[in-house]
């Protein structure tokens, strides 16, 4: 299959219907990150998914698009629940990988004389890298009660507030979830990482809100100039990742047996209303419940050590939980296309809920603001607080951005970056980092992404989301 990139305007480009494709392909990028698309497959992974049974509308890819397994990194895809599939490639092996950002009342300038005792507490203090196991041993009936609970079973241990449940996004618990469908050997894994950070491009980074784009909505959110803010990106860890790969298997060895085809072996799928397919999702929102308990602990052995490092009270630091919100999951939602009402399976693979003011599925806090959405850059520049607009809903299924989005694989910029440069260049500017393992500085070095400014731009222009705030690094912790 060629694939033709037309442009509809500055934001938009079109890879029109054909071959296997059942609808097009919509990528939302401008002319400068449409060049770093030719380097790799993204944009054939964007054409292969327009090949699933049950599409609608488009094939869509974020402008943080980069090649993935079977999606694209950036890809969204919404499927007829009747007629369509389910997809693991389309979520991802790091099921509801996803971010949390935590307000304070504290400034930047309040903690800068302790900024290398607070960063070297946190890194002693939070479990990361391959393999970081928890300071908890979890018995295989307390992972099924997690997966089966989500965010809800660390509040009822005393990690977290109710609140913080509210301002999670779907409360912190697919209640589709069955425990019964993950693999003894996915609940195993899962025993010991709970209030792991991981490995990769999860981080916790101390952050610096730089520039306010809008008051009003920013007041809202608790946002102010020179605020510290705690950011978490992390996942599902172990447990998420043999669910994924468990399905696959499965998956891929019925290929045969599926009454169509498909353009790559890695978008192996089941249909929604069959047993496979249903197994998998049932397994999937168990891993989904994992990752949002996963982020409830970090933030609360977070918030912990932050008062013991600089010796305040709740009252003092007043830090709270602003939004949780994945980017790596797939959703039954319903949603509007040619005025007609359809319930779909949105795929979100790399890619955020955005959902507007208004919106049902919206905590009461945020109804008539709109959907907090937390976009992580890299850690040499800069993170953004975006706000769902009307536009999400009405061309990409309610959804926006996940990050900045990979520019070179972590192979390519192993080969060609240098640590002691990037460690020198981020110390120059100020910015502090503990990593676990020499690569992971060279794999998530700022060179190795895409410019997170220009790839907001691109979702504001295209009235998906709009800037809130950015953020600016003072210290981050790398898995």
């Given at each position: 299959?060629?694939?033709?990139l ?16 059942r609808?097009?392909?919509?990528v ?25 049974p ?46 949390r ?8 300038s ?28 979890l ?5 099924r ?46 025993q010991?990482?709970?209030?792991t950070?991981g ?5 916790l ?55 169509f ?8 799928c ?11 999702f ?20 977070a ?17 709270r ?33 955005a ?26 520049t800069?993170?953004?607080i ?6 999400a ?9 996940h ?13 060609r970056?240098?640590?002691h440069?990037?460690?020198?260049d981020?110390?120059?500017?100020g910015?502090?980092v ?8 060279l ?24 800037r ?12």
């Open positions: 299959m060629t694939i033709t037309e442009p509809i305007d500055e934001v938009r480009w079109r890879i029109p219907k054909s071959g296997g494709m609808v097009d392909g919509i939302y990028a401008d002319r400068e990150l449409v060049k770093t698309l030719k380097s790799d497959g993204s944009l054939k992974q964007v054409a292969n998914v327009a090949c699933l049950g599409i609608l509308k488009a094939s869509l890819a974020m402008p943080d698009i980069h090649q993935g397994y079977g999606f694209p990194i950036g890809g969204v895809a919404a499927l007829d629940a009747k007629s369509g599939v389910i997809s693991p490639g389309g979520v991802g092996y790091d099921i509801n990988c996803g971010c950002v935590i307000t304070s009342r504290l400034t930047a309040d903690i800068q004389k302790d900024l290398d005792f607070l960063l070297n507490e946190l890194y002693r203090a939070i479990p990361c890298g391959v393999g970081g196991t928890s300071r908890v041993h018995s295989a009936k307390e992972v009660q997690v997966l089966k609970k989500g965010a809800r079973w660390a509040v009822e241990k005393g990690l977290g507030e109710k609140e913080d449940l509210e301002l999670t996004e779907d409360h912190g618990v697919m209640e589709s979830a069955d425990p019964a469908t993950v693999s003894d050997y996915a609940i195993k894994r899962g010991d990482q709970l209030g950070l490995s990769g491009n999860h981080f980074e101390l952050s610096r809100v730089e520039t306010i784009y809008d008051p009003e909505t920013a007041s809202r959110f608790g946002l102010f100039e020179d605020q510290l803010i705690l950011f978490i990106h992390s996942g599902s860890r172990g447990l998420g990742y043999q669910v994924c790969d468990d399905f696959l298997h499965e998956m891929v060895k019925h290929l045969n047996d599926l009454p085809s498909l353009p790559d072996r890695q978008l192996a089941a249909p929604l209303d069959s047993d496979t397919g249903k197994r998998y049932a397994a999937m929102s168990c891993a989904a419940n994992y990752a949002w308990t996963n982020r409830q602990v970090l933030m609360t052995l918030i912990r050590t932050i008062e013991e490092a600089l010796h305040l009270g709740p009252r003092e630091h007043d830090m939980l602003l939004y949780d919100v994945c980017h790596n999951i797939a959703k039954l939602e319903t949603h509007t296309i040619k005025g007609r009402t359809h319930r779909v399976c949105v795929h979100r693979k790399g890619a955020t809920r959902f507007p003011a208004g919106h049902p599925d919206l905590p009461r806090a945020y109804r008539d603001t709109g959907q907090p959405v937390l976009i992580p850059g890299d850690m040499g800069a993170s953004y975006l706000v769902g607009q009307s536009g809903l009405a061309e990409t299924f309610g959804s926006t951005c990050g900045a989005g990979r520019v070179l694989s972590r192979s390519q910029a192993i080969k970056l240098n640590r440069k990037i460690l020198n981020l110390s120059s500017r910015i502090a503990r990593a676990r393992g020499k690569k992971t500085l794999e998530e070095a700022p060179n190795a992404y895409k410019d997170i400014d220009r790839v907001v731009s691109v979702v504001e222009r295209a009235g998906i989301s709009s809130v705030a950015r953020l600016t690094p003072l210290a981050v912790i790398k898995g």
